[in-house]
């Protein structure tokens, strides 16, 4: 069962999900920046974030039903919508960028949710999937969204995203700081010493993808798609690693 939109905006309203909101909002904005001239979705409880994107074209946020929906202003073609998450009311191909947070852990079906994602990709779109690290603090505290449902590994989303026809390109990690009151101060602080010295304590994993050079769209034939050229620091790795990390690039138009 989903977190309720209660809860999650209630968590977001305290410091330990400010903290996690400003962890995020940092790598989030390595790797896209302000996504210009982008259409750009939001599935899960992703609003924290995509008031960030002041270059897109259009911003949807879709919110699972058992989750629920909260208002979010509407500027301009910007909304907000309750979705079946296994089901889209979107055409295929229609996000240039799609950003799942709160998605993926308390799926019913992850590969299904990730299945209708990729239909919503267009074709050089760049899909960013945010979910609890499995070895992490924060997917053990019960009082954090990331601490229920089921966390991943980075291996586990990565073959998450290729059952899906995406092929990863980058990755990164943060949230290093424990989900306890005291602490939340040193979170910048233990945000560089952990990368360095205890990667494996990062409480939330950010995975990017990109569909592979042939890729089938749902509800159609076969279609042979044209991949955006990563940037230098993003060149697709062979199978087994990903490419460079979030923390290191920001996108320009």
């Not at 960028?97 to 852990?105: K, T, W, Y």
């Not at 799926?107 to 299945?115: G, Y």
């Not at 998450?160 to 990755?171: C, D, H, Q, S, Y």
Request: glycine share 10%; proline share 8%; with cysteine.
């Amino acid at each position: 069962m989903r977190r309720s939109i209660d809860d999650l905006r209630i968590f977001y309203g305290e410091p330990a999900g400010a903290t996690a909101r400003r962890m995020l909002a940092r790598r989030l904005e390595d790797a896209w920046g302000e996504a210009p001239n982008c259409d750009v979705l939001g599935l899960g409880y992703a609003t924290p974030w995509l008031e960030a994107f002041v270059g897109a074209r259009r911003i949807v946020a879709a919110m699972p039903g058992g989750q629920g929906v909260e208002q979010w202003p509407l500027v301009g073609r910007n909304r907000t919508l309750l979705v079946d998450d296994r089901r889209l009311p979107f055409a295929a191909g229609s996000f240039d960028r799609i950003l799942l947070v709160h998605a993926l852990e308390e799926a019913d079906d992850a590969q299904a949710l990730m299945t209708e994602a990729v239909r919503a990709l267009a074709p050089a779109g760049r899909i960013i999937l945010v979910a609890a690290a499995r070895g992490g603090l924060w997917s053990r505290s019960e009082n954090t969204p990331f601490g229920h449902g089921r966390p991943f590994t980075r291996r586990q989303l990565e073959q998450l995203v290729r059952e899906a026809g995406l092929e990863p390109t980058a990755w990164s990690q943060t949230l290093y700081v424990p989900p306890w009151g005291p602490m939340l101060p040193m979170a910048d602080g233990l945000e560089q010493v952990g990368r360095r010295l205890m990667p494996g304590a990062a409480g939330v994993i950010l995975l990017e993808a990109t569909r592979q050079a042939y890729a089938r769209i749902q509800g159609g034939a076969a279609a042979t798609v044209q991949v955006l050229s990563p940037l230098p620091a993003l060149k697709p790795q062979p199978a087994g690693r990903v490419g460079g990390d979030l923390a290191s690039r920001r996108e320009r138009p």
